[in-house]
């Protein structure tokens, strides 16, 4: 919940070329990994240098940070073999080394899902679909997030579509992700209701909402992830329609 919470943060203040969305970014990663791929998504509207300013604060922390504990060259090599760990947990590695990962028998991810029907399906089709499924969900996020580039009104969906195709797009996956995807459904919820909804009743709703990490089910997890996304997707795509060449301002 921190994380995510500095990941708004973090974007909104980017988004209005601030440096104290720097730190929160840099912080809400530190925190939780997942938002790192919110350093593309900064590239592609167009703060590249506070990207940057982002990842070299954030690299700073954590290698202070670890070195505070257990020493420099600890550090270093926790940094330097980091990415070889998240390989490790990679459900792929079943298909591409004959090697199942530790952590695919808990694994929620759709990557995990699309994996566990090789049995079924044969190792290539799987492997294909699973790097299909990847690219294209992220083609499609890389152009709307670009076409948006210019629309500051637009950035609370945006935001909301990327937290959603990182939460669809990890390779591994774990219940309590859905807390990432709160920006989301808060960007979707329907604006100016005609009664209005009490504060009681808002927080009834968001709990029901996360009650799917109660359940366990894997299944859940996916339709709401995959749901999520595909709204996300669909809402963007209407809001450029709507604004046409015209709307769009710097």
Request: proline residues 6%; positive net charge.
């Amino acid at each position: 919940i921190p994380s995510m919470f500095l990941t708004m943060v973090g974007y909104f203040y980017i988004m209005s070329h601030s440096w104290r969305g720097v730190v929160a970014l840099a912080l809400a990663v530190l925190i939780k990994t997942l938002p790192a791929t919110l350093f593309l998504l900064l590239t592609l509207i167009g703060r590249l240098r506070l990207a940057i300013a982002t990842g070299l604060i954030l690299g700073l922390l954590s290698l202070s940070l670890t070195a505070i504990s257990e020493g420099w060259s600890v550090s270093f090599d926790a940094h330097l073999g980091f990415l070889e760990q998240v390989s490790a947990q990679n459900p792929n590695r079943a298909l591409t080394d004959a090697q199942e990962p530790r952590s695919l028998s808990d694994n929620t991810s759709l990557s995990a899902a699309v994996v566990q029907l090789a049995p079924a399906l044969g190792d290539t089709l799987p492997r294909i679909l699973n790097l299909a499924i990847f690219l294209g969900s992220l083609a499609l996020a890389c152009y709307l997030s670009f076409a948006s580039s210019r629309r500051l009104d637009n950035a609370p969906m945006v935001l909301a579509l990327w937290l959603s195709w990182t939460i669809m797009a990890a390779p591994f996956g774990r219940y309590y992700y859905l807390v990432f995807l709160l920006p989301a459904w808060w960007a979707l919820w329907p604006k100016e209701p005609a009664n209005g909804y009490a504060p009681l009743l808002l927080g009834a709703l968001w709990f029901v909402a996360l009650l799917p990490l109660a359940s366990r089910s894997g299944s859940i997890f996916l339709v709401i992830v995959i749901g999520t996304f595909v709204v996300c997707a669909w809402h963007v795509c209407r809001d450029l329609r709507e604004a046409g060449p015209k709307k769009v301002s710097n």
